[in-house]
């Protein structure tokens, strides 16, 4: 960026990312961020925590050093000297302040010796003074761009010793001394000259710079081999295609060619069976029309003879009944043929159960690998099977570990734990990490290139979740990052924590170790305004609130810069009467639990409504609605239950009664799914959280009425960190308490 074009953006580089103001004391963390010394003591302050700090910028924690004194931070003197250049771009405008008399005049100079500047009335002092005889002074309207360059490089002054450069550098203590502080504060220790100690510091950063430089074209180079072999790996499956189509359709040739030649078989045997058959059928025919004539001439006979001539012998009547006799012990003989075709069950299994061919890999690397196991893991929360490869692999490890499985099994069989990543240690290990889904005893196996590492299968032991409570933060008030009455919970993919305040209508932002990072919203109805804000949500960069009083659900950035709303009072679709509890279903919609019209009711992210839920007067007070796999799960407060909908919104079951028992409820509240799967009730008029199966089976329960660690108020939303640590909001405590 050349001189002007930095003067043109000189404000933007001088205020500071929190106050939005001028920096004052500028003070950088190790991520190099700056910000204002006040501002840094303010986030110290709001978080409650003394001996870290986390970056407002990149929410990175650093640990304060020494004893806690922010003011032990670097000072960020390049801003400073932005602050020194600043009022110089500005005097045209608003004039520049003397730093003799304090006069604003925009007829100054400029001393680039004192570093300050002087109106025209007090110039020919200071240039009448001796000692100032060498000091280089400059009128403002006289500046050209080098001569701004010369104040953003003029060199640091003494903090201790106004005035007073800083010349050396106090090898025992690690800073920037002057002349004074060398002879009385350092006297005794080891010094260099400051010019040198940079210069040696600024090559010693410049060798690590090309190091870094050489590793990146190094890497580059690897990038660009892996392109040649993600084509050449291409290319060779695509070849690889062809010959598996042009193998199959060979063997399919080969079964239509014998296909073909039993038909021509069939074919030959109808031939030759067909003329038998007309010959028999012929000659059956033959028979059949004798017979009709005699039957006949026999029928004639007895109806025109009496019945002594009839008895009286006679050959033609003797010979029927001689031929009746022999019919009936005779019997016709028909050529039948029956055709069967016998399949070659042997082949029929062969294709079944082998393949038409395999797949060969070869592979440049050999290694071998080593696991253990933990020997406990805890139901919902994250184990990890760690893996120890050789030299061999330690390049590649990483790049390969689609490789290594690691599957956890119970005695049926069936697979109990999900792997959720892979940790690469850059040492030759590496992590496989679940989360197991049941308590019991599992077999674990860890599987490099389909066969078992050293150690593996082992036995894992999973036991039942208990809930510990390991952050608190919030109090009853009215100032930032103070709670009234919280009520929703969510969080987003960066572990930032949304609470809906209902107390003070407004939403709070914190980091997940409870540091506040900034609030938006007031009492009111106008665009951005809250009258009791209940259910929030994150989606693609936004914060859904469901604002229960103005009937409607407000949009709004991850800064809290108001964006849409929708709905509006009333008991049409698009509609809302005291809206609560609201979530985002998989396909991004919102659902949003409509208190008054008895219906869950889900609009697109733009606000268009889509479809109800409950319509067939299935839900008395509707709190709650999540989706989780293909189940609508819904908290009906009156009811005092759960109810389950399809996908449709059929109703399913349901589970629960009023009571204080295990699986009984007394005004259930919101509803989360933690990392095994379980779903969570807050059951408010109880004071605890219930962990549920999806069935409706009970798990655990955990909190109790109080106000102590892990006891409840009103316990009123739930929402799951990425580390499977549970945030629960309580609205008569006035807190948020995060569990493990």
């Known amino acids: 960026m050349d001189i002007k074009t930095f003067l043109d953006n000189i404000h933007e580089h001088a205020c500071c990312p929190v106050c939005k103001t001028r920096f004052t004391n500028p003070k950088h963390l190790p991520c190099l961020h700056s910000f204002c010394l006040c501002c840094l003591q303010g986030i110290q302050q709001t978080s409650g925590i003394l001996d870290t700090i986390s970056c407002p910028e990149c929410r990175q924690n650093f640990r304060i050093p020494g004893n806690g004194d922010l003011n032990a931070f670097p000072t960020n003197f390049r801003i400073n000297s932005l602050l020194d250049a600043l009022p110089v771009t500005e005097c045209n405008t608003i004039g520049i302040k003397c730093g003799n008399c304090e006069k604003t005049s925009a007829e100054s100079a400029y001393c680039f010796t004192c570093c300050s500047c002087w109106c025209d009335d007090c110039l020919p002092l200071h240039n009448g003074i001796k000692t100032f005889k060498e000091h280089h002074a400059l009128a403002l309207k006289d500046f050209r761009d080098e001569d701004f360059e010369t104040i953003l490089k003029q060199p640091t002054l003494c903090g201790k010793h106004e005035r007073r450069k800083q010349k050396f550098f106090c090898q025992v203590c690690n800073i920037a001394i002057c002349n004074a502080c060398a002879l009385t504060d350092h006297d005794g220790h080891a010094k260099i000259v400051l010019e040198d100690a940079a210069k040696e510091r600024k090559s010693r950063v410049n060798a690590a710079i090309e190091l870094k430089k050489r590793r990146a074209l190094e890497k580059m180079t690897r990038i660009t081999k892996i392109d040649e072999n993600c084509i050449s790996v291409q290319e060779q499956a695509a070849g690889l295609k062809r010959d598996v189509q042009q193998f199959a359709d060979i063997c399919i040739a080969a079964i239509e060619a014998q296909k073909n030649h039993i ?315 005291f809206p609560l509890g609201l979530s985002i279903d998989s396909d991004g919609n919102i659902m949003v639990a409509d208190k008054l019209n008895k219906l869950i009711k889900i609009f697109s992210l733009d606000g268009r409504f889509l479809r109800s839920i409950g ?122 308490q995060i569990f493990e």
């Open 263 to 577: 038909f021509d078989e069939v074919e030959n045997v109808v031939r030759e069976a067909l003329p038998l058959l007309g010959e028999q059928r012929h000659e059956i025919e033959e028979e059949v029309k004798k017979q009709e004539v005699d039957i006949e001439k026999t029928q004639m006979i007895l109806k025109r003879s009496t019945n002594s001539q009839i008895m009286q012998p006679h050959e033609f009547l003797d010979k029927k009944v001689q031929e009746k006799a022999e019919e009936e012990n005779s019997a016709d003989c028909v050529i039948e043929h029956v055709f069967t075709f016998i399949r070659n069950e042997k082949l029929f299994d062969d294709l079944k159960v082998q393949q038409i061919g395999f797949i060969s890999i070869t592979s440049s690397e050999t290694s071998s690998a080593e696991g253990k196991g933990i020997t406990e893991g805890i139901v919902g929360l994250e184990g990890e099977i760690v893996v120890t490869t050789t030299n061999a692999r330690k390049e590649q490890c990483y790049q390969e570990h689609d490789r290594v499985t690691l599957e956890i099994r119970n005695r049926e069989g069936r697979d109990s734990a999900i792997k959720s990543q892979i940790q690469d240690n850059k040492d030759g290990t590496y992590k496989l990490r679940y989360f197991a889904k049941e308590t019991g005893t599992y077999q674990a196996s860890v599987k490099d290139n389909g066969k078992h590492v050293h150690g593996s299968p082992f036995e894992v032991q999973v036991k039942g979740r208990q809930f510990r409570p390991v952050l608190s933060f919030g109090q009853q008030g009215a100032d930032a990052g103070v709670l009234s009455s919280p009520w929703g919970v969510a969080v987003n993919d960066k572990d930032e924590i949304a609470v809906s305040e209902t107390g003070n209508h407004r939403v709070h932002i914190f980091t997940s170790n409870g540091t506040h990072l900034r609030s938006f919203g007031k009492k009111g109805n106008q665009q951005g305004e809250f009258d009791f804000p209940a259910g929030i949500a994150f989606r693609d960069n936004k914060i859904i609130v469901a604002n229960t009083n103005n009937h409607r659900v407000q949009l709004f950035s991850d800064e809290g810069h108001y964006f849409n709303q929708f709905g509006g009072k009333g008991s049409r679709d698009h509609q809302l009467q």
């Open 615 to 736: 319509t067939e007067g299935s839900l008395i007070f509707p709190f709650h609605c999540i989706q989780h796999n293909n189940y609508l799960i819904v908290s009906d407060r009156s009811d005092h239950c759960i109810k389950v909908f399809n996908r449709e919104g059929e109703f399913i079951y349901k589970f629960g009664n009023k009571g204080k028992g295990d699986g009984e409820f007394d005004t259930p509240c919101c509803l989360s799914v933690d990392k095994a799967g379980h779903l969570l009730v807050c059951d408010s008029a109880n004071h605890r959280v219930q962990v549920f199966k999806l069935s409706g089976e009970f798990v655990t329960k955990f909190g109790a009425y109080g106000t102590g660690k892990g006891e409840f108020k009103r316990p009123l939303s739930t929402a799951v960190l990425s580390d499977g640590k549970v945030i629960v909001t309580e609205s008569q405590n006035h807190r948020v």
